[in-house]
């Protein structure tokens, strides 16, 4: 497949004088590189100042922290429950995101200022009541048709007197292209604020307060509110801007956030956080890698598809897909970085490889997972979670869809993907019953099903993230010439199948082992309660999550 690829992209080959307009200068192997993508090309020719930015972020902070909060604020390092508000370890970071906005979006700052403070005003006027959500949705969804429609509100076209303003718009003229990451998290406030004041109506003030103390887990930092005071403009403007997330996540959630600043996370550690750096440069050196030598992006958009095979194609739209993973994994793995450095544990948005995926539910838990996480505690699950979740996919995926771009393709994208969890849905539920999975053959079973899905997800996502020339990629992959190929294709692709159930099984038993050993250690420690233990069979690491290992969902 590399070597198919590899000489498909020659520049011996006929068709490399058709695109090679798209290429830049490289330097490995003497070859020219692909940086035909926008948004790598601009990451990547940025990375410099990126990385110059973080150093300096996080050394300022540091220093403010040994210099300032230790001095002027020793009440909250010795107790943090007690100082409630605009958090001591909130304060650099206030005056830093405000600054780091005003250079990026220049004037425009104050849209960003207007949207997000009506955000908060909607919030704590009306947060509590039951139709508040629907308030804020409405408000949220509103800014981001107005900011796509206006295209970052010109100055002249609202008063011509104005139009000098528009020379100011800072480094990011169209701040509104990113502004859809901050959406999520005044999503995340208001919603947050919102169920505080409802915890209020069936618990005390004293009793809510006293679960803020020492969170144990990560579940504990999102679902578990944070003090009144604590909703306040100071830790939500800093919360919406902080620099190592602001451009492109991952999504935390406000209580998390504020739960961090109060409680660092022991999870951050500076080994962890090397090791990490480590593994992004590696991601970065294979993206370098990658771009020498095939030329799938360029070959892509060039989409001119008469003269190569349909072998060659389905392996440019594979790799097309494999450069869409990657290249979101280094730039979100790099703002976790920044992040970790500077204390804040987020969730690793791409937690497997795309090409170690089978169950359609299960790639959309792993890819963007920060975001898929945001989806079900504040969409998902507030329009009925399990009992509505036929309808519920459905309007997700158009949501999702709606926040990406305006534009029909994406919609129709959603739709097929909406369309497809139906069959994966009805068939985890049939086959998951014991009569099929106490069957011998019921991993070729799985497996059979599962080929179907991974193409499935091949042509759903080509259709929304590809290029203009998808359709006669796809015309050509599926014409009669190309029958041969999806045959072969489908029988490797069920082989391989085989060698991903047995990684998960290994997965399981590593996971089954670990918690056995936490259970043994619990049992025998003194201050444990003596509750006696029932297992029954769904404690099987090989039998319990069978049903799950479906290769039709998880």
């Not at 000489?7 to 490289?26: F, H, I, M, V």
Request: hydrophobic share 45%.
């Amino acid at each position: 497949m590399i070597y198919t690829m590899y000489q498909a992209s020659s520049p011996k080959r006929p068709e490399y004088e058709g695109y090679k307009e798209e290429l830049s200068e490289g330097w490995m192997f003497g070859r020219m590189m692909d940086l035909s993508d926008g948004q790598w090309d601009t990451f990547r020719s940025h990375l410099p100042a990126f990385a110059s930015l973080m150093f300096l972020y996080v050394a300022m902070n540091w220093v403010f922290r040994l210099a300032v909060v230790r001095r002027v604020s020793r009440e909250f390092l010795q107790t943090p429950t007690k100082v409630r508000g605009f958090l001591p370890t909130l304060w650099f970071p206030f005056l830093f995101a405000t600054v780091f906005a005003i250079i990026l979006s220049g004037v425009s700052t104050v849209f960003i200022l207007a949207f997000t403070g009506v955000n908060f005003i909607l919030a704590k006027r009306f947060g509590g009541r039951r139709w508040a959500p629907a308030v804020f949705w409405v408000f949220n969804m509103a800014v981001l048709f107005a900011n796509e429609y206006y295209k970052g509100y010109e100055f002249g076209r609202m008063l011509q007197s104005l139009a000098w303003l528009d020379q100011w718009r800072g480094v990011l003229r169209r701040w509104d292209v990113t502004f859809n990451i901050t959406m999520l998290r005044m999503m995340s406030f208001a919603m947050d604020y919102h169920w505080r004041v409802r915890q209020e109506d069936e618990a005390s003030v004293q009793q809510i307060d006293a679960l803020v103390a020492n969170p144990k887990t990560e579940k504990d930092r999102v679902e578990r509110s944070c003090f009144a005071q604590d909703y306040c403009f100071a830790n939500y403007w800093a919360y919406l801007l902080y620099p190592p997330l602001y451009l492109t996540g991952p999504i935390i959630t406000f209580n998390s956030f504020v739960s961090q600043m109060r409680y660092p996370s022991p999870a951050i550690s500076t080994r962890h956080t090397i090791v990490y750096g480590l593994r992004l440069l590696a991601s970065a050196l294979l993206m370098e890698l990658i771009l020498h030598t095939v030329y799938c992006v360029a070959i892509s958009k060039w989409a001119q598809w008469e003269t190569f095979s349909a072998y060659e194609i389905s392996l440019f739209g594979y790799m097309r897909l494999s450069f869409i993973w990657l290249k979101l994994l280094i730039i979100w793995r790099f703002a976790r970085f920044w992040a970790m450095a500077d204390g804040i544990d987020t969730v690793e948005n791409m937690r497997r490889c795309m090409s170690n995926n089978y169950s359609l539910q299960q790639f959309w838990r792993d890819w963007h997972c920060s975001y898929n996480k945001w989806l079900v505690r504040y969409v998902y699950i507030p329009l009925g979670g399990r009992k509505t979740s036929t309808w519920n996919t459905f309007v997700i995926f158009t949501f999702v869809a709606l926040w990406h771009d305006l534009t029909m393709r994406l919609l129709q994208w959603a739709w097929i993907i909406a369309l497809l969890f139906l069959p994966e849905g009805l068939a985890t539920w049939y086959f998951g019953k014991p009569r099929w999975t106490s069957k011998p053959y019921f991993r070729l079973l799985c497996s059979l099903g599962g080929t179907v899905n991974i193409m499935a997800m091949m042509i759903a996502n080509l259709v929304g993230f590809g290029d203009e020339g998808v359709e006669k990629m796809l015309a050509k992959i599926f014409s009669r010439s190309g029958f041969a190929f999806l045959a072969v294709a489908y029988v490797i692709l069920n082989m391989y199948l085989q060698v991903m159930f047995e990684w998960r099984e290994y997965e399981y038993r590593k996971e089954y082992a670990a918690h056995e050993a936490s259970l043994a250690q619990w049992e025998m420690t003194d201050t444990a309660p003596r509750v006696p233990v029932t297992r029954s069979a769904s404690d099987s690491p090989t039998l319990t999550k069978r049903q799950n290992r479906s290769g039709i969902g998880e």
